[in-house]
């Protein structure tokens, strides 16, 4: 399966966490891995039901080219707009026919990041 370049209209960043230990307190900071063009469905999608009953989490689907950066332990983050971000956690990452071209990205949007 090939994916259409034009039909990735939203771009994110990749972020992956970074966790220090300043006298105990564990604090995580975020850093950029890489920039990404996606399509974005929300769970609300008809073709995607089935994925919302694998992963009941699931807010939003991203639809991306293959990258191997693209963990569960990541985030991305979109900025809409009008300038405010949201930030979409992932939770899995499914390769599309196994070939390394197109990935769907389940996500949980986290709306106490700011």
């Known amino acids: 399966m090939r994916i259409n370049a034009g039909s ?6 990749l972020q992956k966490p970074s966790k ?3 006298g105990g307190v564990i ?6 891995v ?8 929300s769970q609300s999608d008809r ?17 991306t080219r293959w990258n191997n950066e693209i963990k569960r332990d990541r ?10 971000s949201r930030t979409l956690n992932i939770i899995g990452v499914e390769n599309i026919g196994m ?5 769907h990205v389940i996500c949980k949007e986290d709306v106490t990041a700011a």
């Open 47 to 63: 073709e995607y039901f089935r994925a919302s009953q694998v992963h009941a989490e699931m807010t939003h689907m991203c639809e």
């Open 20 to 22: 220090t230990n300043a």
């Open 27 to 32: 604090t995580t900071t975020w850093t950029s």
């Open 8 to 13: 990735l209209t939203v771009h994110g960043e």
């Open 75 to 84: 985030r991305i983050v979109v900025e809409n707009s009008d300038g405010d």
């Open 99 to 103: 070939h390394n071209h197109v990935m």
């Open 34 to 41: 890489c920039d990404l063009w996606m399509r974005i469905m």
